[in-house]
């Protein structure tokens, strides 16, 4: 399968912060996605992205399909926001996870 | 409607148990997915139903692992002679049509082999 990078592993901000996650791929995808998961251990949906760039309030992303990596903003950081940020893209039917970005927004 | 869920939200046995696990995934969703994830990894794939079949069983660890959809809707992942490596989150996800489409997660199943 495909080799999924996401970088930083860490990243500690302050409230208000903007921050720039990515993730680099092995090989080219047909589906991307970003998800937060969230201190309960729930994944949540944050883009859908094989392509382009999508914006949802304070998080937008953009994917550069044809050198193979997609970048996460987060403006204005809340505490909230905190938790392990996933990218996820297909080899064949599944989808190959990063170890993912563990975000901590302090007040 | 309503998203992913999963049944049990945790499961604690004995080594060479055998266990269940359920997942009802969103109505309508054709695509069916399991995936298990260990503490400080990323979720790793196990298998993929289209409708009823297992379109790629290619993550399945070892024989010790199956799983069923048989009426398309509804899956079962069947863990036979658990042992404590098997230990792990196991999370369900299901897409509207196919594998190119958003998959959506379920909150998992938390399993611990003692």
């Known amino acids: 399968g495909i080799q999924v990078e996401q970088s930083p592993p860490d990243l500690i901000l302050q409230e208000g912060a903007n921050s720039t996650l990515r993730c680099n791929f092995s090989d080219s995808v047909n589906n991307l996605q970003w998800f937060h998961q969230n201190p309960w251990g729930q994944l949540i949906n944050l883009f859908y992205i094989p392509s382009g760039t999508k914006q949802n309030g304070r998080l937008s992303a953009t994917t550069v399909a044809t050198e193979r990596y997609s970048l996460l903003y987060i403006s204005s950081s809340q505490t909230t926001d905190s938790g392990v940020y996933f990218c996820a893209g297909n080899s064949g039917y599944a989808l190959n996870f990063g170890k993912g970005t563990s975000l901590l927004v302090t007040p | 409607g309503a998203g992913v869920s999963q049944t049990p939200s945790n499961k604690v046995t004995e080594k060479g148990k055998y266990v269940e696990l359920r997942c009802d995934p969103i109505s309508g969703h054709t695509a069916l997915y399991w995936y298990r994830q260990s503490l400080g990894q990323g979720p790793e794939f196990l298998i993929y139903f289209q409708g009823t079949g297992a379109a790629d069983d290619s993550g399945l660890p070892n024989d010790r692992f199956f799983a069923v959809r048989p009426e398309g809707s509804v899956s079962t992942l069947k863990i036979q002679r658990t042992e404590r490596g098997d230990s792990a989150v196991y999370l369900c996800?299901?897409?509207?049509?196919?594998?190119?489409?958003?998959?959506?997660f379920g909150p998992g199943t938390r399993l611990t082999v003692l």
């Open positions: 996800a299901s897409s509207f049509r196919d594998h190119t489409d958003t998959q959506y």
